[in-house]
């Protein structure tokens, strides 16, 4: 039995889906990053959390009454339950999945995006999970506004420089470099994020992310101009 997404307002909610098959990459992280942001920004956000650990979930039990509200949502029994009228669907997926999850799961993200640490175990799994989208499922970059996000990174470091060749020789969107901060770790203990408010100095951090709020952005941009000319096209 695989995920299925139960929802009404599947056409007015944008969905980001965070997956990569190799455990311990920074999925959860990234999830509730994201969730925070959009949240932050007055939105109703719901992060659907995948995996066993339920790691996102946990982050969520954490928050203070005085931050911004996310939806949490324990997908049990392969059904995410979407509440009415969410802007944002954050999936945060589990390592190991089944094929048919993958498929499906890619196939109803209006975004997808890969997070994979500079190292040659990281990079030989991501290069895998890749050829499936592509060749096997059939999903391009092109039409799923897809992207690779480099995690905890050292900037100078020899592993980084290899992930760069890498994805420069097959040609894939590298859209940002997220820095190695144990800022991260306190987030995930505390049900934080970094844009929640706060009184540290985290403009380098925030700066990381900005390329890829800004590439979110204008992925649902063109949603919204796709809608609107089929809707024009066929009244």
């Known amino acids: 039995m695989f995920y299925r997404l139960a929802t009404i307002d599947l056409d ?40 066993p650990q339920k790691s996102s979930l946990n982050w969520l039990r954490q928050r203070r009454p005085d931050t911004e509200k996310i939806i949490g949502i324990n997908a049990v ?75 905890r990174v050292k900037i100078r470091s020899i592993v980084y420089r290899d992930l760069l060749a890498f994805l420069e020789t097959l040609k894939l969107p590298l859209v940002s470099t997220l820095r190695e901060s144990k800022y991260y770790l306190d987030c995930a203990a505390n049900g934080l994020s970094i844009f929640d408010p706060n009184t540290a100095d985290l403009s380098n951090l925030i700066a990381d992310w900005q390329p890829i709020t800004q590439w979110l952005h204008e992925a649902e941009m063109k949603k919204k101009l796709k809608k609107r000319t089929e809707e024009i096209a066929y009244p």
């Not at 098959?21 to 995948?50: E, F």
């Not at 954050?90 to 890969?114: E, F, Q, S």
Request: with cysteine; proline share 3%; glycine share 6%.
């Open 77 to 151: 029994k392969q059904q995410i339950e979407v509440p009415d009228k969410v802007d944002y669907l954050i999936i945060d997926t589990a390592a190991g999945y089944h094929n048919g999850d993958m498929k499906y799961l890619a196939n109803r993200a209006d975004n997808i995006l890969i997070p994979v640490l500079p190292s040659a175990m990281d990079t030989h799994a991501a290069a895998h999970f890749i050829y499936q989208l592509l060749i096997k499922y059939r999903i391009t970059f092109e039409d799923k506004n897809i992207c690779i996000i480099a995690n």
């Open 12 to 51: 007015n909610m944008h969905t980001i889906l965070i997956i990569n098959p190799k455990g311990g990459c920074g999925k959860s992280t990234i999830s509730t990053q994201l969730a925070g942001y959009y949240a932050n920004w007055g939105l109703r956000v719901a992060l659907a959390d995948l995996d």
